[in-house]
């Protein structure tokens, strides 16, 4: 049974910094690319940044230069770091694992607000 279980979510004030940890659990996790997403109220689920197999990161621009995602394959996680965060970054956050077939995690709630 696969499970991807997301952590670190929470009120953070505008400004301020998260970071949130998904472990996989029934893949073999460094064969597989890792993504972040996310989805506000009332929006489409929007990619974040992934994290390849190979280490490569890609960011969507929204966050590009405040998110950094790493990966720890001895430990089967994929962390979301990101700064400098804004009420517009407010949404579910979930953890996406890949490799032709594909799993999400439930989704852990992020609200930036003062």
């Known amino acids: 049974q696969v499970q991807l279980v997301e952590s670190g979510g929470g009120l953070v004030q505008p400004g301020g910094s998260l970071r949130l940890s998904c472990t996989a659990s029934?893949?073999?996790?460094?064969?597989?690319?890792m993504g972040w997403y996310r989805q506000a109220p009332g929006k489409q689920r929007e990619l974040v940044g992934r994290?390849?197999?190979?280490?490569?990161?890609s960011y969507w621009d929204s966050v590009k230069g405040r998110a950094t995602i790493s990966r720890d394959n001895a430990k089967n996680t994929v962390t979301l770091q990101m700064s400098s965060l804004k009420p517009e970054d407010t949404a579910v956050y979930y953890c996406?694992?890949?490799?032709?077939?594909?799993?999400w995690g439930q989704g852990t709630q992020v609200t930036v607000s003062s």
């Open positions: 994290i390849t197999s190979n280490g490569d990161t």
């Open positions: 996406h694992a890949r490799s032709g077939d594909s799993y």
């Open positions: 029934g893949i073999i996790f460094r064969f597989y690319d």
